[in-house]
Nanobody, 126 residues
């Protein structure tokens, strides 16, 4: 199993960025996936999740209306579109996957996820 994040970088406040998480080694539609982030000096927190089999999504309150999670079955990839970026969005962003048989409903509770990527750095600064 592999999850590989990409697309991180430096973005100005108010700017946009799209993160990708390419997956392999499991049946994409049988899994729910999430995006998590860890700011410097803080614990990792859940940002958003998506159920690959039915498209249900969930967002943490601070990113609602600014972030959009999506998935592409053909490429087995999920995305996180970041708009109106804020300095508080700075951190290492991770994607993770959990079998829907173990966790039927999309969740940003990271304790249930058993596959993780290596992370990609996002820095929001002028």
């Amino acid at each position: 199993v592999q999850l590989v994040e990409s697309g991180g970088g430096l973005v100005q406040p108010g700017g946009s960025l799209r993160l990708s998480c390419a997956t392999s080694g499991f049946t994409f539609n049988d899994y729910n996936m999430g995006w998590f982030r860890q700011a410097p000096g803080k614990d990792r927190e859940g940002v958003s999740c998506i159920s690959n089999h039915d498209g249900d999504t969930y967002y943490e309150d601070s990113v609602k209306g600014r972030f959009t999670i999506s998935s592409d079955d053909f490429s087995s990839t999920i995305y996180l579109q970041i708009n109106s970026a804020e300095p508080e969005d700075t951190g290492v962003y991770y994607c993770a996957a959990v079998s829907a048989s173990l966790q039927p409903i999309c969740t940003i509770w990271q304790g249930v996820y058993h596959y993780w990527g290596q992370g990609t750095q996002v820095t929001v600064s002028s």
